[in-house]
C-alpha cells in the first residue's frame, strides 16, 4: 500500500519536473528559432510538441538508464523505501528550482537539478558513499565540454555560412547553391543518430556501417527534393535589404533545425524527469532496489506529454532571453547556433551523457555571437546566466537533502 503511494507521488513530481523541463528547458531549444522570428510562438509550440514527444518516446531511454541507477550507489541504499524516498526527494528539489529560475526568465541547466538532486539526496540517505562520484565527475565533465563544443561548432558553421553566402558579393545566387547541401546536411546528421542505436524502443538498433550508407541517402535525397523548394522561395520586401532574400531562405533551414534540436532534447531531456522515476516504478514492479527492468514506454510518452505542457504554458518567458537577449539573432545565426547544439546533443545522448541542452544552446549563442565580434554579446546578460549555472547545482543538492531528510522523518 505504501509503495503504491509513494508510486502516485512520484507520478506527481515526475509530471512536476516535467512541466518545469518544457517552461525552461524546451523553451531554450525554442528560443533562438522564435527571436530570429523564424517562427512564430504559436508555430514553435507546434513543431516542440511534435518533436519533443517524439524525441522523448523513441530516443529517450539511454540516458534515463544513467539519471536512474548510474549516480546513486544502489549497494549503499539500505532498502526500497530509502531509494524511493531518495528519487521523490531528487524531483521534487530540482522541480523547485526550476520553477524559481523560470518565474526569473533563466536559462538554467535541467540536467544540473535532477543530477545535484538524486546526488543530494543519495548523500542525505548513505553518506558520502551514497553516491558514485566517478559517474558523477563524467558527467560533469561533459556539462563543461557540451558549451565548448557546441560554441566551437556554430562558431565554424557560422563562419562557414558568413564567407561562402552573406560576404559573397553575389550572396543570392550562393544561398540558392548550398541553402539544398545544408538542408541535406541537417537530415543526414538526424537519421544517422536515429539509426545508429537510437530506436531500440522499437527494435531497430542498426550498427554504424548499416546506418552510415542509409543515412547518407536520405541526406542525398532530401538535399535533392530541397531544390525545387528553395527555388521557390520569394524575394523579400525592398526594405529588408539586401540580404532579405538570403535570410528567407534560412529561415526555411531553420525551421529543420527547430525540429533537430527539439528532438535531441526529448531524447536527452526526457531523463530529467522520468529517470527518478523510472527507479520508483521499477521498486513498486519488483519490490527490490536495482533490479533489471526496462524503461516502460508509456513512462517516456508520459514525460514528453509533461514537457510540452510545460512548454505551452509558461514557455514564453526563458524564450525572451534566449532569442532576444543574448545577441541579435537572424535564421542565418540562428540556424547555425540550433544545428550546433542538437548535433552536440545528440552526439551525447548516444553516449548516456545526461548533457545540459541548455548549456550547449546558449555556448552555441555565444558562438554566433563571438563570430561576430565580442561587442556582439549582451554581457550583463551572459552575467545573470552564468550566476544561474553556478548556483543550480549546489542549490539543488543542499534541497534535496533537505527534503530526504523531511520525508525521512515522515515515513521512516
Same mark, same amino acid.
Given at each position: 500500500?505504501?509503495?503504491?503511494?509513494?508510486?502516485?507521488?512520484?507520478?506527481?513530481?515526475?509530471?512536476?519536473?516535467?512541466?518545469?523541463?518544457?517552461?525552461?528547458?524546451?523553451?531554450?531549444?525554442?528560443?533562438?528559432?522564435?527571436? =530570429?522570428?523564424?517562427?512564430?510562438?504559436?508555430?514553435?509550440?507546434?513543431?516542440?510538441?511534435?518533436?519533443?514527444?517524439?524525441?522523448?518516446?523513441?530516443?529517450? =531511454?539511454?540516458?534515463?538508464?544513467? /539519471?536512474?541507477?548510474?549516480?546513486?550507489?544502489?549497494?549503499?541504499?539500505?532498502?526500497?523505501?530509502?531509494?524511493?524516498?531518495?528519487?521523490?526527494?531528487?524531483?521534487?528539489?530540482?522541480?523547485?528550482?526550476?520553477?524559481?529560475?523560470?518565474?526569473?526568465?533563466?536559462?538554467?541547466?535541467?540536467?544540473?537539478?535532477? /543530477?545535484?538532486?538524486?546526488?543530494?539526496?543519495?548523500?542525505?540517505?548513505?553518506?558520502?558513499?551514497?553516491?558514485?562520484? =566517478?559517474?558523477?565527475?563524467?558527467?560533469?565533465?561533459?556539462?563543461?565540454?557540451?558549451?565548448?563544443?557546441?560554441?566551437?561548432?556554430?562558431?565554424?558553421?557560422?563562419?562557414?555560412?558568413?564567407?561562402?553566402?552573406?560576404?559573397?558579393?553575389?550572396?543570392?545566387?550562393?544561398?540558392?547553391?548550398? =541553402?539544398?547541401?545544408?538542408?541535406?546536411?541537417?537530415?543526414?546528421?538526424?537519421?544517422?543518430?536515429?539509426?545508429?542505436?537510437?530506436?531500440?524502443?522499437?527494435?531497430?538498433?542498426?550498427?554504424?556501417?548499416?546506418?552510415?550508407?542509409?543515412?547518407?541517402?536520405?541526406?542525398?535525397?532530401?538535399?535533392?527534393?530541397?531544390?525545387?523548394?528553395?527555388?521557390?522561395?520569394?524575394?523579400?520586401?525592398?526594405?529588408?535589404?539586401?540580404?532579405?532574400?538570403?535570410?528567407?531562405?534560412?529561415?526555411?533551414?531553420?525551421?529543420?533545425?527547430?525540429?533537430?534540436?527539439?528532438?535531441?532534447?526529448?531524447?536527452?531531456?526526457?531523463?530529467?524527469?522520468?529517470?527518478?522515476?523510472?527507479?520508483? /516504478?521499477?521498486?513498486?514492479?519488483?519490490?527490490?532496489?536495482?533490479?533489471?527492468?526496462?524503461?516502460? @514506454?508509456?513512462?517516456?510518452?508520459?514525460?514528453?506529454?509533461?514537457?510540452?505542457?510545460?512548454?505551452?504554458?509558461?514557455?514564453?518567458?526563458?524564450?525572451?532571453?534566449?532569442?532576444?537577449?543574448?545577441?541579435?539573432?537572424?535564421?542565418?545565426?540562428?540556424?547555425?547556433?540550433?544545428?550546433?547544439?542538437?548535433?552536440?546533443?545528440?552526439?551525447?545522448?548516444?553516449?548516456?551523457?545526461?548533457?545540459?541542452?541548455?548549456?550547449?544552446?546558449?555556448?552555441?549563442?555565444?558562438?554566433?555571437?563571438?563570430?561576430?565580434?565580442?561587442?556582439?554579446?549582451?554581457?550583463?546578460?551572459?552575467?545573470?546566466?552564468?550566476?544561474?549555472? @553556478?548556483?543550480?547545482?549546489?542549490?539543488?543538492?543542499?534541497?534535496?537533502?533537505?527534503?530526504?531528510?523531511?520525508?525521512?522523518?515522515?515515513?521512516?
Amino acid at each position: 500500500m505504501l509503495l503504491t503511494a509513494f508510486l502516485i507521488a512520484g507520478l506527481v513530481f515526475g509530471l512536476y519536473m516535467a512541466w518545469n523541463i518544457g517552461a525552461n528547458d524546451v523553451a531554450n531549444a525554442m528560443g533562438t528559432s522564435v527571436g =530570429s522570428r523564424a517562427l512564430s510562438l504559436k508555430q514553435a509550440l507546434v513543431v516542440a510538441a511534435v518533436f519533443e514527444f517524439a524525441g522523448a518516446l523513441f530516443a529517450g =531511454s539511454h540516458v534515463t538508464e544513467t /539519471v536512474k541507477k548510474g549516480i546513486v550507489d544502489v549497494d549503499k541504499i539500505p532498502d526500497a523505501f530509502v531509494f524511493v524516498l531518495v528519487m521523490l526527494a531528487a524531483l521534487l528539489s530540482a522541480g523547485i528550482w526550476l520553477q524559481f529560475a523560470t518565474w526569473k526568465g533563466l536559462p538554467v541547466s535541467t540536467s544540473h537539478s535532477i /543530477v545535484g538532486g538524486v546526488a543530494g539526496a543519495g548523500v542525505a540517505a548513505a553518506g558520502i558513499g551514497g553516491v558514485q562520484w =566517478s559517474k558523477l565527475a563524467w558527467i560533469a565533465t561533459s556539462w563543461v565540454l557540451s558549451p565548448l563544443i557546441g560554441g566551437a561548432i556554430a562558431f565554424v558553421m557560422f563562419r562557414f555560412v558568413s564567407g561562402a553566402i552573406i560576404n559573397h558579393p553575389s550572396p543570392r545566387a550562393r544561398v540558392r547553391r548550398y =541553402s539544398p547541401l545544408l538542408a541535406g546536411l541537417v537530415l543526414f546528421v538526424l537519421v544517422l543518430s536515429l539509426l545508429y542505436k537510437g530506436l531500440a524502443n522499437l527494435d531497430l538498433d542498426l550498427s554504424m556501417a548499416r546506418a552510415l550508407p542509409l543515412s547518407l541517402g536520405v541526406g542525398i535525397a532530401g538535399a535533392l527534393l530541397a531544390v525545387p523548394l528553395f527555388g521557390r522561395v520569394r524575394d523579400a520586401p525592398a526594405a529588408a535589404g539586401r540580404y532579405g532574400f538570403v535570410e528567407r531562405h534560412f529561415g526555411w533551414l531553420q525551421v529543420m533545425t527547430a525540429c533537430y534540436v527539439a528532438f535531441a532534447h526529448g531524447a536527452n531531456d526526457v531523463a530529467n524527469s522520468v529517470g527518478p522515476l523510472a527507479g520508483i /516504478v521499477a521498486v513498486w514492479q519488483t519490490g527490490a532496489i536495482g533490479a533489471k527492468v526496462g524503461i516502460p @514506454v508509456w513512462l517516456l510518452a508520459f514525460g514528453g506529454f509533461g514537457i510540452v505542457v510545460g512548454l505551452a504554458t509558461w514557455g514564453y518567458r526563458v524564450m525572451e532571453t534566449i532569442g532576444k537577449r543574448i545577441t541579435e539573432l537572424t535564421p542565418s545565426r540562428g540556424f547555425s547556433a540550433e544545428f550546433a547544439a542538437a548535433t552536440t546533443v545528440l552526439v551525447c545522448t548516444k553516449l548516456s551523457l545526461p548533457i545540459s541542452t541548455t548549456h550547449t544552446l546558449v555556448g552555441a549563442v555565444v558562438g554566433i555571437g563571438l563570430a561576430r565580434g565580442i561587442a556582439a554579446l549582451d554581457m550583463r546578460v551572459m552575467r545573470d546566466i552564468l550566476s544561474a549555472w @553556478v548556483v543550480t547545482l549546489p542549490v539543488a543538492f543542499l534541497l534535496a537533502a533537505a527534503l530526504y531528510w523531511g520525508l525521512a522523518a515522515i515515513f521512516l
